[in-house]
C-alpha cells in the first residue's frame, strides 16, 4: 500500500469529521457516494448547524444508521459552532465531547488532520493486529489493541501505521477469505507459520 493514507474524501477539517462519523460501520465508498452532495449544501460546521436532522437525514439516507448520525451532525456542528468558532478543534478531550465522536474517531481526526501520534482502531486494525501477532490474545479491546501498538510502533510511524493495517485488512487480509497468496507478510505471518517442535 504505497499511498497509506485515508480513502474519504473531503476538503477541510470539519469535512472530515462528518465523513468519519459517517463511515462508521458503513464502507469509506458509500460515504464518498453521499458527501459531495451534503458538503455542497453544508460544507462549514456554521452552514450545518443550521439546518435541522431531518434535511440532513434526506442526504444520508443511505449510510447505516441514518437517523441517529443525522442528529450526531446536526448537534456537532451545532457545538462546534458554539463552543469552537466553527472549528474542529485537536484535543483529544475536546473530540470526545463533541456528539456522535467516539474514541477511534478523535484518533482518526487528530492522526490525519492535525498530525499526531495516535492509533484509530476499526474492524480492520483489530482482525489484522491479532493475525499479524502485533498484539496478545489479552488484548481483545480496541482500547487495548491501541496501547499495546502505540507501545511498540515508533511514534513518527504510529498515523501511518493505522493506515497500512487498515488498507492491509481491507483489501489483502480480508474478514472472511484472507487473499494470504498476494501478501507481503504471508512467510512471516503466524497464521501461516507452524509453531516449532520440541
Known amino acids: ?108 481526526i487528530q492522526a490525519v488532520a492535525f498530525g499526531k501520534s495516535t492509533m484509530a482502531v476499526d474492524t480492520h486494525v483489530f482482525r489484522v493486529s491479532h493475525r499479524l501477532g502485533l498484539v496478545s490474545a489479552k488484548d481483545n479491546t480496541p482500547l487495548k489493541v491501541e496501547q499495546t501498538l502505540t507501545k511498540n510502533i515508533a511514534k513518527e510511524d504510529i498515523p501511518l501505521a493505522h493506515h497500512w493495517l487498515l488498507l492491509h485488512g481491507r483489501y489483502i487480509c480480508t474478514s472472511r477469505k484472507p487473499r494470504c497468496g498476494q501478501c507481503g507478510l504471508a512467510d512471516i505471518c503466524p497464521q501461516n507459520t507452524e509453531p516449532p517442535k520440541g
Open 1 to 108: 500500500m504505497p499511498e497509506a493514507d485515508t480513502e474519504l474524501e473531503f476538503g477541510s477539517v470539519f469535512q472530515l469529521l462528518v465523513a468519519v462519523v459517517l463511515s462508521a460501520q458503513c464502507t469509506d465508498k458509500r460515504v464518498n457516494q453521499i458527501t459531495p452532495a451534503l458538503f455542497s449544501l453544508y460544507p462549514t460546521a456554521a452552514a450545518m448547524a443550521k439546518a435541522e436532522p431531518e434535511d440532513l437525514l434526506e442526504l444520508i439516507g443511505s449510510v447505516s444508521y441514518p437517523n441517529s448520525k443525522a442528529r450526531h451532525l446536526a448537534a456537532l456542528a451545532h457545538e462546534l459552532v458554539e463552543k469552537h468558532n466553527g472549528e474542529v478543534p485537536s484535543d483529544m478531550n475536546a473530540l470526545l465531547e463533541l456528539p456522535g465522536v467516539g474514541r477511534k474517531t478523535a484518533n482518526v
